[in-house]
């Protein structure tokens, strides 16, 4: 099962090495993992995305609390959270299929970021599986490059962890 | 006021009462050493052969003293030379503040002469590092650093200074506060409301659970481990431990946190653990380990693992519950704090029908008559004329085991050994840090001949500071541990562990300074360990023993508990 787990660290140098050797040293997997700054320049938001089961999660839940660098750490409630990831895709595409792949754009809400006589790169931004989807759909026009962010979440309503 | 950075340095050392530092100085720690030069009188520096013993050295201060320990290193070689000690410090909850200075801020990761990124090797190892390049952060550094090793479940830090902080021109703001104050200065204060800088308080519904579940038990066992000796909480243990009318079975972590000779100790628990304790872990069926992470040496195989039981854990550190073994209740606090909570509540219990299942299990200890010297006559003599309150110091292996089955420790500290990381080499080292803190007890350092050679080198500081140390070598010519094993797993494959080489350990102690014995028989272990005792000067007994001796009893990594591979 994937979960999703929100860290806020104090925003300095090593921080992330400490988080994902911790990571690889206790052999937890992550499926991604995504960071930047808070509102507060001292803190930066780490989401983790993990697939395993309770125990584990509880496990990296609670040696992450043990690093001095860790703030808090929560792990958010999948029906509770809004995620989002952000994926960059550079497809082939000629004036033959250009409007078609315009129009899978147009239906997944995807932006068109840059165009070629040979290429175009769209931009999306949504939950995971709607990436795949769209990814998906890219595939037979023959993907050039994809780049993803992994997920970023927070929690919903006016709770903060 | 406005001091030198070095001098902010020394003076941290002194608000944490810090009086005895263990070290070797080189090229970029040169600053620090100048300074400490300033400050002979009021900290006692200890110079040892090589870092590794500097770190066993203050390792072994902070187990025996429970204080915090202090180890200082120069950058690259210096600072791995370290690494070991502060593994072995961080396996054992130990609480060291290692001190080491990296190459200037220009020279910073060019791969310059002896530069080394010590912070990113001693992360895994480490509660905490910290690489200081502002030396307007010293006095908090410092102050956070001995915070964090202390408090919770103890363990080693690391600083890191770059050598030009500690340039004798830089000056920096300082006011001396003294430990007790200084929680509310700088960084600790934000770090006290996120990781409570000290024992969580415990939950009373937790407490009074427990307090019901061992109303309703008809067969409980108690398990010592390490946190009760960490969180000297031993008085308490024994009090719980009465009132329930429990058997106590010790790990190895655990010696000294409930005193050997009770009526109700079962002795070691696990793979080498006594048949008493390991059946009762079986046959129990309410087993409250306080301080005890379940290592892989005690629950051997965690799924049946007390299955008839009802487990209970008691420790400081939230991450250790069901880690290793599923519980099914468990208190989160100090070993102290929580035992008084449950002694407060707990009325006398008895259960005799249950020890009287468990106790005659102990094995009776009559030594075997033997034509050779037995490790365990080397070991009955040490008992009979050692005073009760001597301090052991093991390496690992064997002799490990023997000295931790055999003797009977009472108190915390009394017993220093590697127990999670099983360091060969820590022994002489320990033995010295240990030595310094307790000049008034007699220290005993047992080692084998394999162990011994890693390390004798700190002979030389046993020598230097009229340390009486007495070292007693398990000398069987064999990695004995390893070849049990090959004996017993390998079909008698006995690849690379036959020692049948130098030196001869008298001739090394004398040409050290000290006294030097070799032994034979039994009288003759007598005869030197008395000699020993009244030297006034470190002494080497070196003990010839049969190289098939092995450690019994002994249950295979990974097996049931009570499936015996050696009775």
């Known amino acids: 099962m994937k979960q999703t787990i929100s860290v806020l660290v104090e925003n300095q140098a090593g921080v992330l090495n400490r988080i994902t050797g911790l990571f690889s040293r206790r052999a937890f997997n992550i499926e991604s993992l995504a960071v930047g700054v808070t509102d507060d320049p001292t803190v930066s938001r780490i989401t983790i995305i993990v697939d395993s089961g309770n125990n584990m999660v509880e496990q990296v839940e609670k040696q992450l609390n043990k690093l001095i660098e860790v703030i808090k750490v929560r792990t958010l409630e999948e029906t509770n959270l809004i995620g989002r990831e952000l994926m960059i895709l550079k497809v082939n595409a000629n004036n033959k299929t250009r409007q078609d792949i315009m129009t899978i754009c147009e239906i997944m809400g995807a932006k068109v970021d840059d165009i070629s006589p040979t290429s175009m790169t769209l931009e999306l931004s949504a939950e995971p599986d709607r990436l795949d989807t769209f990814q998906a759909m890219m595939r037979p026009f023959s993907?050039?490059?994809?780049?993803?962010?992994?997920?970023?979440a927070v929690q919903k309503g006016g709770g903060k962890i | 006021?406005?001091?030198?950075?070095?001098?902010?340095?020394?003076?941290?050392l002194l608000e944490q009462e810090v009086d005895t530092v263990f070290g070797y100085p080189g090229g970029t720690i040169l600053n620090v050493y100048d300074e400490l030069y300033n400050y002979k009188d009021k900290i006692h520096h200890v110079l040892t052969s090589h870092e590794q013993g500097a770190a066993h050295a203050a390792d072994g201060y902070a187990r025996s003293t429970g204080k915090v320990g202090v180890c200082f290193a120069t950058s690259g070689p210096g600072a791995t030379n370290l690494t070991t000690g502060i593994a072995t410090a961080y396996m054992d909850s130990s609480p060291v503040v290692f001190i080491t200075c990296n190459v200037t801020e220009p020279l910073l990761g060019k791969d310059s002469f002896q530069e080394v990124d010590i912070t990113g090797i001693a992360m895994p190892i480490t509660k905490a590092t910290y690489l200081v390049r502002d030396p307007q952060t010293i006095p908090d550094v410092m102050r956070q650093a001995f915070a964090v090793a202390a408090t919770g479940r103890p363990g080693p830090v690391l600083i890191d200074f770059l050598k030009n902080v500690t340039a004798p021109n830089v000056e920096i703001d300082y006011e001396f506060v003294p430990w007790t104050?200084?929680?509310?200065?700088?960084?600790?204060?934000?770090?006290?409301?996120?990781?409570?800088?000290k024992a969580p308080e415990?939950?009373?519904?937790?407490?009074?659970t427990l307090v019901q579940m061992i109303s309703q038990s008809e067969r409980p066992m108690l398990i010592c481990g390490g946190g009760v000796v960490r969180g000297r909480a031993h008085q308490q243990f024994r009090t719980f431990a009465e009132k329930l009318d429990a058997p106590v079975a010790i790990t190895v972590m655990g010696g000294g946190g409930f005193p050997g000779g009770h009526p109700l100790t079962t002795g070691m628990v696990g793979m080498h653990g006594s048949q008493a304790s390991n059946v009762a872990c079986n046959e129990c069926d309410l087993l409250i380990a306080v301080g005890c992470r379940f290592s892989d040496r005690v629950a051997l195989q965690p799924e049946s693992f007390a299955s008839q039981a009802k487990i209970v854990q008691i420790d400081i550190d939230r991450?250790?519950?069901d880690k290793n073994v599923l519980t099914d209740h468990h208190i989160i606090g100090s070993a102290k704090r929580v035992l008084e909570l449950l002694n407060q509540r707990l009325p006398q219990y008895s259960h005799p029908e249950w020890k009287e299942r468990i106790l005659p299990l102990r094995e009776p200890s009559i030594p075997r008559d033997s034509e050779r010297l037995t490790p365990k006559q080397v070991l009955e003599v040490i008992r009979r004329l050692a005073p009760q309150d001597t301090i052991v110091a093991t390496d690992v292996g064997q002799h490990q085991m023997w000295s931790i089955q055999h003797f009977h420790f009472d108190y915390p500290g009394q017993l220093l050994t590697s127990g999670g990381f099983g360091t060969m080499g820590f022994g002489l080292g320990a033995a010295i840090g240990a030595k310094t803190g307790n000049p008034d007890k007699v220290v005993v350092h047992t080692t084998g001949d394999g162990c011994f050679r890693m390390n004798c080198n700190e002979l030389a500081t046993v020598e230097h500071y009229h340390?009486?140390?007495?070292?007693?070598?398990?000398?069987?010519g064999t990695l004995g541990m390893v070849r049990q094993w090959q004996h017993l797993i390998y079909h008698e494959r006995y690849s690379e562990t036959t020692l049948d080489r130098g030196p001869d350990f008298v001739k090394l102690a004398e040409a050290y300074g000290l006294k030097g014995f070799r032994v034979t028989s039994r009288l003759e272990m007598e005869e030197a360990f008395s000699q020993a005792l009244e030297a006034g000067c470190g002494c080497v007994l070196d003990c010839h023993l049969d190289m098939d001796e092995m450690v019994r009893p002994m249950v295979a990594g990974g097996a049931h508990i009570t499936d015996f591979l050696l009775k």
């Open chain 1, 143 to 152: 993907i050039l490059e994809v780049a993803r962010t992994g997920v970023i």
């Open chain 2, 1 to 12: 006021m406005k001091i030198r950075a070095t001098q902010a340095i020394m003076e941290c």
């Open chain 2, 181 to 197: 104050k200084n929680r509310s200065c700088g960084s600790i204060r934000a770090l006290a409301t996120s990781h409570e800088l």
């Open chain 2, 202 to 208: 415990p939950n009373l519904g937790d407490i009074d």
């Open chain 2, 319 to 321: 991450s250790e519950i």
């Open chain 2, 467 to 476: 340390l009486p140390i007495i070292t007693v070598v398990f000398n069987n």
